[in-house]
Nanobody, 126 residues
Framework: QVQLVESGGGLVQAGGSLRLSCAAS????????IGWFRQTPGKEREFVAA????????YNVDSVKGRFTISRDNPKNAVYLQMNSLKPEDTAVYHC???????????????????WGQGTQVTVSS
């Protein structure tokens, strides 16, 4: 079992940057693939990025390619989402999620992940 806690959200102007962190507790963090999702009121949770157990492979949704970078530090039990050139449409609650095992082809699906954090709010003003 792994528990996840996100941090690093906040209010930023368009064009700015934020770095989200996902801290994991529990055993064998390196056994989990990790994903980041975001959600706005009234909409379904949207896939943002995912990373394999050892740091590769990694994937981003097209709308954030070239702007967001996912990384992990297994000795620190942490995953990060570096977000640059933020846009107002990036405003959402960002959640990290974990799935035991290698990163599978369905990494973009909510039901692929079994453990979720409570989320951190990111607000980008225009």
């Amino acid at each position: 079992q792994v528990q996840l806690v996100e941090s690093g959200g906040g209010l930023v102007q368009a064009g700015g940057s934020l770095r989200l962190s996902c801290a994991a507790s529990g055993r064998s963090f390196s056994n989990y693939a990790i994903g980041w999702f975001r959600q706005t009121p009234g909409k379904e949770r949207e896939f943002v990025a995912a990373i394999g157990q050892s740091g590769t492979p990694s994937y981003n949704v097209d709308s954030v390619k070239g702007r967001f970078t996912i990384s992990r530090d297994n000795p620190k039990n942490a995953v990060y989402l570096q977000m640059n050139s933020l846009k107002p449409e990036d405003t959402a609650v960002y959640h990290c999620a974990a799935s035991v095992g290698v990163l599978a082809h369905n990494y973009g699906l909510v039901n692929y992940y079994h453990h979720w954090g409570q989320g951190t709010q990111v607000t980008v003003s225009s």
